[in-house]
Nanobody, 125 residues
Framework: QVQLVESGGGLVQAGGSLTLSCAAS????????MAWFRQAPGEKREVVSA????????YYSDSVKGRFTISRENAKKTVYLQMNSLKPEDTDVYYC??????????????????WGQGTQVTVSS
């Protein structure tokens, strides 16, 4: 079984920074993509950023490009999301996810097999 545990969420003022972490435990694979999604109540889960198995290919949504940075440490089975210049519209629950068997940086929730429990990020104006 696979477990993903997110940490690092919280309350921050607009313009501030947060770093999210997500550690995987349990079964592992040689190659798997990881990603961060976010979801507001009543809305669909949307991708924020994704990273391929060795970290040399990344994807960012237009809304976070230039402000957020995704990275991973495979030895620790951990993915990070450095969030700078945060805006109130970044307020959401953030989820990390693992995609097994798809090359590159999958961008749709249906392409991911395992999910964390979510961490709340709140940006005050």
């Amino acid at each position: 079984q696979v477990q993903l545990v997110e940490s690092g969420g919280g309350l921050v003022q607009a313009g501030g920074s947060l770093t999210l972490s997500c550690a995987a435990s349990g079964r592992t694979w040689n190659e798997y993509a990881m990603a961060w999604f976010r979801q507001a109540p009543g809305e669909k889960r949307e991708v924020v950023s994704a990273i391929n198995w060795n970290g040399d290919n990344t994807y960012y949504s237009d809304s976070v490009k230039g402000r957020f940075t995704i990275s991973r440490e495979n030895a620790k089975k951990t993915v990070y999301l450095q969030m700078n210049s945060l805006k109130p519209e970044d307020t959401d629950v953030y989820y990390c996810a693992i995609s097994v068997g798809i090359i590159g940086t999958p961008q749709y929730a249906g392409e991911y097999n395992y999910w964390g429990q979510g961490t709340q990020v709140t940006v005050s104006s």
